[in-house]
């Protein structure tokens, strides 16, 4: 077996980093009113039951906050609102500062911008390094037909130019 040494987190990041994703804004209404934070990690789990899974950063300071309500929307982002990632990227930062959102069933915000968006509550928790492996009971769902996904790529920001496959860089 070949050894490969570097494992540093930057080179893990660059060839992992080729694994394309799209992007989420994942939110909560709670006590101390709307948080949200950016996650790449989101991914459909289980259709029967309906699960979905991401990974929280264990340095989230966000996430303790949405944990606590133990419930949630991610709001899966459209390319025509990239801004919307780096926004809920900042640790610190009023999020919330010009986004327009309304209550989802569960009563989270959800973005009007959103291209997508899923309602959820805490199902379970697991050790994922220095991430967190939530996985989350979907309890409501809704998506819209005339927006195309965010995608995120080698670390820069793609739209999805046509159904061939050809990517547009939008950043
Ligand atoms: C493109 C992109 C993808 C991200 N994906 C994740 C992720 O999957 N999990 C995570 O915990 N943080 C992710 N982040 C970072 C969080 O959004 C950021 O660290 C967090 O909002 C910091 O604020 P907080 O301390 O309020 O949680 C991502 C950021 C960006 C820009």
Redesign the pocket.
Known sequence: MTEHSDLTPPRLRTVLGHFATG?TVITAATKGGP?G??????SSLSLEPALVT????R?????PLLREAGRFTVNILPAEHQHL??Q?????AD?FAGVDHSPSPLGNPVLDQALAWVDCELHAEYDGGD?TIVVAAVRALSARADAEPLL?FRGDYFGVQSRAGALESVA
């Open positions: 992007l948080a934070f950016t996650c790449q990690s989101f991401f990974s929280p950063a340095t989230s300071s966000t996430w990632s780096g809920f990227a900042r640790s610190g999020k991430h995120f």
